[in-house]
């Protein structure tokens, strides 16, 4: 269930409006480093959970503030777009000398939304469901969260740099304390499963499986260095050593594949002897007609 309070998460202060830095905060909104990336992957993280009770809550309380903040971005989307002159905007449509020079304006704004955001990244890109990670794995989804925070308080970093607009320097340092938040929450929740044991966690490396598991696959024309954390001395779950792989080791020959029925349409220097002929027979596309058949 779910409740919404019309005030703002966090004020939203513009003093100087600027539509240029409108189309950069879009980013934040829509990108694949974004705030309805995180709102959603929290989202279906909490929806999907199983097991103690209190995971889901902490990922559905932090889904909802994440709505929040698409809702602040979207406020500050628009009060910089008060400050765009409509004739500017005009011509930045319609004149491909001017929207060359004044690029930095998203004509979508004015034309799509009349003057407010979009679910959609600077350069109207729209948001994708492809940026969301709900593997349904506790330690898994953990990490794809400090990874999402991560790289979006990254961008929350370089948006605050690229304003002088005291407002938005202040909305931002609010963003940012946020995601320092978010990734020190899910690093607890890492630690307190005993990480960094790997995850799935119920899935053990045997046998000669077990010191691959453990080997850096050197692909550089370079030797690798010897006393780094991650070539020598024992692994973080304690199962075994890190040591350095020459992977040609375990290199094989490539298969030779098969030529190809005649209705994949390869073209006769790699169609299956004997096979010729325009649809109909028994080939692959003529099975899969029959399966969409039923």
Known sequence: MFFHQSDLAYRVRVDNPNPMYARLL?????????ELRVMSQYMFQGFNARGPARYRDMLLSTATEEIGHVEVLATAVCMNLEGAKAELVDQVATNPMIAARMGGIDPRHFLSTGGGATPADANGVPFSAGYVDAGGNLRADMRANVAAEAIGRTLATRLYEATDDPGMKDMWRFLIARDTMHQQQWLAVLEEL?????????FENEGDFARIAYGFFNHTDVPAPEQAPWTSGPSL?????FHVVDPREHAAPRPELQDAP???????????????GNGGGSGLMAQMRELLKG
């Open 237 to 241: 779950d304690g199962k075994g050593e």
């Open 262 to 276: 005649h209705d994949m349409h390869r073209g006769p220097e790699s169609t299956m002897a004997g096979q010729e």
């Open 26 to 34: 879009q980013q934040a909104i829509g990108g694949p480093e974004g």
């Open 194 to 202: 005993e990480d960094p044991a790997n995850a799935p966690g119920d």
